[in-house]
């Protein structure tokens, strides 16, 4: 059976930023609406600030977990070289929205990796778009930089094939079963995640006009 209208999300970022979490509130959202879900995730020392990966995949019918090289929709960058380093999966005119905060991963400490100089602007060489804010000085306004997952959920929410409300309802299911207290400040960094991709998109249009 061939796969037909599939949706193809790579996440990636560092350990600790709530990578897995993130994928795992979209899928529930996309199982809510009748999806079929498969997901799989590479956490690398994900507890220690290892580079993590976690891809899903959800439509009328998904027969494999795996993303192939050049056929991800949209690239979900938690850390900007990370970002880099997968762009390669996207398909071309894929999407990538990055988190600007700068956070260096074990490998670039180690000497295995040299964290590159711009690699925002190296994504764009290779012909993608990207909208790029930073995550971790909204979540930190609101008061709670784990808030940062949950700001990039909110700027993937336009991207999706489903409306924003389900995903947010995804969201608020979460935290009104485990943490009460956080729904309202996760729907406040929902909405932030959103205004910050869109400022971006505005942002870039005016530079190109």
């Known amino acids: 059976m061939n796969e037909q209208n599939v949706t193809n999300i790579l996440v990636v970022g560092i350990g600790g930023q709530g990578v897995m979490t993130a994928t795992e509130i979209l899928a529930q959202a996309a199982i809510a609406l009748g ?26 019918k998904v027969l494999s977990p795996q993303i192939m090289p050049g056929t991800a929709d949209l690239l979900v960058a938690f850390e900007a070289a990370e970002g880099l380093r997968w762009c390669h999966m996207l398909k071309p005119g894929g999407l990538v929205l990055l988190n600007t905060a700068h956070l260096v991963p ?25 909208r790029a804010f930073d995550a971790m000085k909204i979540a930190l306004e609101l008061g709670d930089v784990r808030l940062g997952n949950t700001v990039m959920l909110g700027a993937m929410a336009d991207h999706l094939p489903f409306p924003a409300e389900t995903l947010l ?38 530079v190109t006009a």
């Open 106 to 130: 074990p490998v670039v400490d180690l000497g295995l990796y040299d964290y590159p100089a711009d690699p925002i602007a190296e994504i764009r060489a290779r012909g993608f778009e990207v």
């Open 169 to 206: 309802d995804a969201i608020v299911k979460r935290f009104a079963a485990r943490k009460p207290q956080m729904v309202e400040l996760n729907r406040q960094a929902f909405e932030a995640g959103r205004a910050a991709e869109k400022a971006a998109a505005q942002a870039k249009e005016e």
């Open 35 to 60: 999806h079929d879900v498969k997901k799989t995730e590479v956490a690398g020392m994900a507890q220690r600030g290892g580079v993590v990966s976690s891809h899903l995949r959800f439509g009328p």
